[in-house]
């Protein structure tokens, strides 16, 4: 069987097996990451909460903020492995606040604490 319909499979298993918000869309090639997941919202609770179901669903998740260069969005990006063990990227992306991401410039990547996503989830809440 070759890779890609391997993938194909894994992912699909994934979203049949755990309760998963919305997807905009779901990419799978090959390379160090094969799967690519884009929220179906882009209000910072939302994503947040989205982003922390798909971590309770994977093993070794990490969590990072990028900023653009154009600067007026910031994406919210959580990598995993399902537990089969192929790599994804979960993302959506989040208009720029400056309250909200006081320390992010145009055109940077920040690794963060997934807990800050617990902290978005709340209506209300800032997290720096």
């Given at each position: ?42 209000r910072l609770e939302d994503v947040a909460r989205g ?78």
């Amino acid at each position: 069987m070759n890779r890609l319909m391997v993938f194909l499979d894994a992912i699909r298993d994934h979203l049949d097996s755990f309760a998963l918000p919305p997807a905009a869309s779901v990419r799978v090639g090959v390379g160090p990451d094969p799967i690519t997941v884009q929220l179906d919202s882009d209000r910072l609770e939302d994503v947040a909460r989205g982003l922390l179901t798909w971590a309770a669903s994977l093993d070794d998740v990490t969590a990072s903020l990028w900023r653009p260069a154009g600067g007026g969005s910031v994406h919210l990006e959580l990598s995993g492995r399902t537990p089969c063990g192929i790599p994804v990227v979960v993302y959506g992306g989040v208009w720029f606040d400056e309250a909200t991401f006081p320390d992010l410039p145009a055109g940077m990547r920040q690794e963060m604490p997934v807990f800050v996503l617990r902290q978005w989830n709340t209506p209300g809440e800032v997290a720096a």
